[in-house]
């Protein structure tokens, strides 16, 4: 299966070959459909910011739904701010979409199926939604979830997650997406083994699917 280093090839041979899509900025894209991959390193391009993820994770816990939470000294990111309202508020705070009672306490759900099933392959926690199509763009939004679901699987006493995406920006998307991805593996090893499941489970693979992964024209030069 493909790993982190065969997707840095396609992107050195997509920009080498000027084989371009163009968004809806007019901006240049270079992409990939339908990728699958192992995630085993945590950037493909680019250096991950520890200071931002640690501030986009506590963000996520608190299941705030508004920007302006993420940070208290300082603006959000600019990609956070094209997706809000007017108001700061978006749709896609992760952890409010798996832990809130307003979706079903998915990662906990999860988390109950392994436990009553270690051999399940149900144990998904789903992002987005049909009414998304009508949510996105709600009250000036631009906020159609990234991330369609995640699945865990015990085999083998390793935790392996696979991750869907309709769509994944290479350098800062994925980055902190990997990050949130971990983050949520340690945490169900922790509540599989609070719920007494033994042997302990090991930190099994990260398998990342997506539709569209791409590259915008303004990082064409952490490619080259």
Request: charged content about 20%; glycine content about 4%.
């Amino acid at each position: 299966m493909l790993k982190v280093t065969d997707i840095r090839d396609h992107f050195f041979d997509e920009l080498a070959a000027q084989r371009y899509t163009i968004d809806k900025t007019g901006a240049k894209t270079i992409e990939m459909l339908g990728a699958s991959f192992i995630a085993d390193e945590p950037s493909i391009f680019g250096v991950p910011s520890q200071e931002y993820i640690d501030a986009e994770i506590a963000w996520y816990e608190s299941m705030s739904t508004n920007i302006n939470d993420i940070h208290k000294d300082k603006q959000p990111p600019a990609a956070w701010k094209y997706s809000a309202n007017h108001n700061g508020e978006i749709n896609s705070n992760y952890g409010h979409l798996l832990f809130s009672e307003k979706y079903f306490r998915q990662f906990q759900n999860a988390a109950d199926e392994l436990v009553s099933n270690p051999d399940s392959r149900r144990a998904q926690m789903i992002y987005n939604r049909p009414s998304i199509w009508v949510e996105y763009n709600e009250n000036g939004k631009n906020d159609f979830i990234c991330t369609n679901a995640q699945t865990f699987y015990i085999r083998d006493s390793k935790l392996h997650m696979v991750s869907q995406m309709r769509s994944n920006d290479v350098v800062f998307g994925y980055k902190n997406d990997y990050a949130w991805a971990k983050y949520l593996m340690s945490n169900m090893i922790n509540a599989l083994v609070f719920r007494g499941m033994t042997p302990k489970l090991e930190m099994g693979d990260l398998y990342w699917q997506v539709m569209n992964l791409h590259v915008y024209e303004k990082h064409f030069n952490l490619v080259n």
